[in-house]
């Protein structure tokens, strides 16, 4: 018995256990879990077209549920405005919706326009069932920008300068890991080397380099060498870590090589882009384990003055881009062809005198095409074009808000140079302006959104 009275007095107290466990665990859930009510008259998509505003077309409204909320999570232009517009409202069956913009009641219907001029007075969307009482308020917040995200703040660097080109023949500048070399050819021949880190941007390091190469037309670099063509067809290559420069062996004797277009860094093969002529006529070509591989026709429409070649790199696929005097744009992956990429109606860059230059801003994944000002014209000025989708499709930027507003910088034009610095940043320098005078400065861009961050 003494037995049995135990049993018993453990089972009772097991349920009660049993029982208080269930109670805390359905009293947690209910605090957890706020459910919206699906009964409810409900907004389940929203878009708002006009024709005055293209972005909106494309512009995700979010729902929240909870809270009566519809937000655009990526901002408008600062700039944005508004008037009459047509709203696609997808809801529950047998509901009606009014708009209201402050306390007016704009509309109530399926008119087909609806007047938002004044939405930053705040805007409630009302839905209401026909059939019932039920009803449910919305707020549609439109998030734009405080400023344009074109937005660049510019300043000219304190106490550094880059060295005197105004007697030169060639100026170039070529980004090489975290190194910046600026090379010049002086009147008697002579290559000079500049070298400074990203960070410092110090050119007082002078690598002179006595040489017979000639007269030099184009550069291009790699991770490890600067390869220089000069006006004869020579092939040269200066040797970084070695601090040399000597001249690269071409054994094929029947073929000139006309200029450089490039050199792509790939894992497997890595080549020189260039583009040569045999019997009288032009092909395009790499030079990789010394020796030149022949490739197609060059076309007639293939740009063959002041050409601009940058490499890129996308889902581990690196090639080259290019584009010259021409409104078009070029790219390869072997060095054996190029193809055009195909143009968008007013969205292409335009064609000419001067030569372009390309930054690729990594970290937005943007790729700008900065055009000097022809300085023999009065009213010419600098501009600049960005592209989201690695040169297809080109805007034009504002220049007061992309680049540095001084009148005398924004004349520069023949000897203009620029990279990308590192994380945000934009360096420019260079460039004869219009009353013939050679700067020395430097200027760093910083877009306003991440200078407002620090």
């Given at each position: 018995m003494i037995f049995q009275g135990s049993i018993h007095k453990w089972f009772k107290l097991f349920l009660c256990l049993v029982f208080v466990f269930c109670t805390l665990a359905c009293g947690r859930v209910d605090v957890k879990e706020q459910k919206v009510d699906m009964t409810s008259v409900l907004i389940t998509h929203f878009q708002i077209l006009d024709n005055d505003n293209p972005i909106l077309k494309n512009t995700f409204w979010s729902i929240d549920q909870?809270?009566?909320?519809?937000?655009?999570?990526?901002?408008?232009?600062?700039?944005?405005?508004?008037?009459?517009?047509?709203?696609?409202?997808?809801?529950?069956?047998?509901?009606d919706i009014s708009f209201y913009v402050g306390d007016a009641l704009i509309r109530v219907g399926e008119n087909d326009s609806l007047s938002l001029k004044n939405w930053k007075n705040g805007i409630k969307i009302q839905v209401k069932d026909t059939k019932s009482s039920k009803q449910k308020d919305y707020h549609l917040n439109i998030n734009q920008y405080s400023y344009d995200p074109q937005s660049y703040i510019w300043t000219k660097l304190k106490g550094k300068t880059i060295p005197s080109y105004e007697t030169s023949k060639g100026f170039w500048t070529k980004v090489v890991g975290d190194n910046v070399y600026l090379i010049l050819q002086e009147q008697s021949g002579d290559l000079v080397f500049y070298k400074t880190s990203k960070k410092d941007l110090d050119f007082s390091h002078r690598i002179v380099l006595p040489t017979e190469a000639g007269e030099i037309k184009n550069i291009t670099a790699s991770e490890k060498a600067i390869f220089l063509l000069n006006k004869n067809g020579d092939l040269f290559s200066y040797l970084i870590e070695e601090n040399k420069l000597e001249k690269m062996v071409v054994k094929e004797s029947d073929i000139l090589l006309m200029d450089i277009l490039g050199f792509c860094g790939q894992e497997k093969k890595s080549f020189l882009s260039l583009l040569v002529k045999q019997n009288d006529r032009f092909y395009f070509a790499r030079y990789m384990n010394n020796n030149i591989e022949i490739g197609e026709n060059v076309s007639s429409d293939f740009p063959r003055k002041n050409l601009e070649t940058i490499l890129l790199e996308k889902a581990n696929s690196k090639f080259l881009i290019l584009t010259g005097e021409k409104a078009s744009i070029w790219t390869t992956t072997t060095g054996l062809d190029w193809l055009i990429l195909p143009k968008k109606e007013k969205k292409e860059l335009p064609s000419t005198i001067g030569k372009k230059i390309f930054i690729n801003n990594t970290t937005e994944d943007i790729l700008y095409c900065l055009i000097p000002a022809n300085?023999?014209?009065?009213?010419?000025?600098?501009?600049?074009?960005?592209?989201?989708?690695?040169?297809?499709?080109?805007?034009?930027?504002?220049?007061?808000?992309?680049?540095?507003?001084?009148?005398?910088?924004?004349?520069?034009?023949?000897?203009?140079?620029?990279?990308?610095?590192e994380k945000h940043s934009i360096i420019l320098f260079g460039g004869k302006t219009r009353l013939g005078n050679f700067p020395r400065d430097i200027w760093e861009g910083i877009p306003q959104l991440y200078k407002e961050n620090n």
């Amino acid at each position: 018995m003494i037995f049995q009275g135990s049993i018993h007095k453990w089972f009772k107290l097991f349920l009660c256990l049993v029982f208080v466990f269930c109670t805390l665990a359905c009293g947690r859930v209910d605090v957890k879990e706020q459910k919206v009510d699906m009964t409810s008259v409900l907004i389940t998509h929203f878009q708002i077209l006009d024709n005055d505003n293209p972005i909106l077309k494309n512009t995700f409204w979010s729902i929240d549920q909870k809270r009566g909320l519809i937000y655009n999570a990526k901002e408008l232009p600062v700039n944005f405005k508004m008037d009459s517009v047509k709203v696609d409202v997808t809801r529950s069956p047998n509901a009606d919706i009014s708009f209201y913009v402050g306390d007016a009641l704009i509309r109530v219907g399926e008119n087909d326009s609806l007047s938002l001029k004044n939405w930053k007075n705040g805007i409630k969307i009302q839905v209401k069932d026909t059939k019932s009482s039920k009803q449910k308020d919305y707020h549609l917040n439109i998030n734009q920008y405080s400023y344009d995200p074109q937005s660049y703040i510019w300043t000219k660097l304190k106490g550094k300068t880059i060295p005197s080109y105004e007697t030169s023949k060639g100026f170039w500048t070529k980004v090489v890991g975290d190194n910046v070399y600026l090379i010049l050819q002086e009147q008697s021949g002579d290559l000079v080397f500049y070298k400074t880190s990203k960070k410092d941007l110090d050119f007082s390091h002078r690598i002179v380099l006595p040489t017979e190469a000639g007269e030099i037309k184009n550069i291009t670099a790699s991770e490890k060498a600067i390869f220089l063509l000069n006006k004869n067809g020579d092939l040269f290559s200066y040797l970084i870590e070695e601090n040399k420069l000597e001249k690269m062996v071409v054994k094929e004797s029947d073929i000139l090589l006309m200029d450089i277009l490039g050199f792509c860094g790939q894992e497997k093969k890595s080549f020189l882009s260039l583009l040569v002529k045999q019997n009288d006529r032009f092909y395009f070509a790499r030079y990789m384990n010394n020796n030149i591989e022949i490739g197609e026709n060059v076309s007639s429409d293939f740009p063959r003055k002041n050409l601009e070649t940058i490499l890129l790199e996308k889902a581990n696929s690196k090639f080259l881009i290019l584009t010259g005097e021409k409104a078009s744009i070029w790219t390869t992956t072997t060095g054996l062809d190029w193809l055009i990429l195909p143009k968008k109606e007013k969205k292409e860059l335009p064609s000419t005198i001067g030569k372009k230059i390309f930054i690729n801003n990594t970290t937005e994944d943007i790729l700008y095409c900065l055009i000097p000002a022809n300085d023999v014209q009065e009213k010419s000025e600098m501009a600049i074009y960005f592209s989201k989708d690695n040169g297809v499709s080109w805007d034009l930027g504002i220049t007061s808000l992309c680049l540095p507003q001084d009148k005398e910088f924004l004349s520069r034009g023949k000897g203009l140079q620029g990279f990308f610095l590192e994380k945000h940043s934009i360096i420019l320098f260079g460039g004869k302006t219009r009353l013939g005078n050679f700067p020395r400065d430097i200027w760093e861009g910083i877009p306003q959104l991440y200078k407002e961050n620090n």
